[in-house]
Structure formats: C-alpha cells, structure tokens
C-alpha cells in the first residue's frame, strides 16, 4: 500500500466512524458501517455498506426516511474532506450481518 493509500484509507475510516457512531444512535438494530476501495480508481470505486443485526431492523430502516437521511450524513461527510460520491445510491447498500 502506498503513503497515498494509506492517507486515504485513513481518511475514509475516520469519516465512517463519525457516520457510525451518529448512525448507532438513531436506528434500532444498526451494528456498523464498513467499506471496500480500490486506490487506483478512488473514488468511484468506494463501496460502503451499512450493517444491520437483522432482516426486519434493515427493512424497517428502509421502510423509513433512515435510507436517506444516512445516503445523505454520508455524503455531507465526505464533502467535508474533499471526497464526492458521484453515484452515492451505486456505493451506499444496506446489508444485515446474518
């Protein structure tokens, strides 16, 4: 891994974890967040996925405005550091742990 690299990765865990941390006290069921990237086509290649305990906390999460409102925190978030999510409903998913 490169220096660049690892700037970015540091900086995208650092954004996740204030997403988390808002995101576990808003929603019944939420566990984490976590993400996958290829540096080499940084950003686009930026997946993130939302975990939820389970399939009804995840529907019931959808079911509501938490979908937008977390698409939205994390897009604000990484605007904050520089970063746009050109195609934020391709890299953002929901997902339960199970």
Not at 10 to 32: A, H, P, S
Not at 43 to 68: H, W, Y
Request: aromatic share 10%.
């Amino acid at each position: 891994m490169r220096k660049s690299d690892k700037k970015i990765e540091n900086q995208i865990r650092d954004v996740l974890t204030d997403v988390c941390e808002d995101t576990l006290k808003g929603y019944e069921g939420f566990l984490w967040v976590t993400h996958t990237v290829k540096f080499c086509s940084f950003p686009q290649s930026l997946k993130i996925v939302c975990v939820f305990e389970t399939n009804q906390d995840r529907a019931n999460f959808l079911m509501g405005e938490g979908q937008l409102h977390v698409s939205s925190t994390i897009q604000k978030a990484f605007g904050k550091v520089g970063v746009q999510l050109k195609n934020a409903d391709k890299q953002i998913s929901y997902d339960t742990r199970s």
